[in-house]
């Protein structure tokens, strides 16, 4: 059964950087597209970058290209989340998910697993 476990969130001043990681237990992040999403207060939850495993592919929402990179390392079945230049409006907690075989995706329904989340907080 998937479990995924995020961490390095937290807060940091407009134009810094955090590398948020997502570990992936009870299963291989080898075969399957892995996501991250974020949900601003108030705001639905969207979609922000993904990797698609089989053939290393990525993908970005409009409002992080150049920012952020998704990157994954098989040997600690961890992916991992680099944002830089970050702007107030990036803060959100920070969700990975995975379970989707399809291909690059941000649609939520696509996927089945989710792990509990990470703040990112960006302020002066």
């Known amino acids: 059964q998937w479990q995924l476990v995020e961490s390095g969130g937290g807060l940091v001043q407009p134009g810094g950087s955090l590398s948020p990681s997502c570990a992936a237990f009870?299963?291989?992040?080898?075969?399957?597209?892995i996501a991250w999403f974020r949900q601003a207060p108030g705001k639905d939850r969207e979609g922000v970058s993904c990797l698609s495993s089989n053939d290393g592919f990525t993908y970005y929402a409009d409002s992080v290209k150049g920012r952020f990179t998704i990157s994954r390392d098989n040997a600690k079945n961890t992916v991992y989340l680099q944002m830089n230049s970050l702007k107030p409006e990036d803060t959100a907690v920070y969700y990975c998910a995975g379970g989707y075989s399809g291909g690059l995706s941000l649609l939520l329904y696509e996927y089945d697993y989710w792990g509990q989340g990470t703040q990112v907080t960006v302020s002066s």
């Open positions: 009870g299963c291989t992040l080898d075969y399957d597209t």
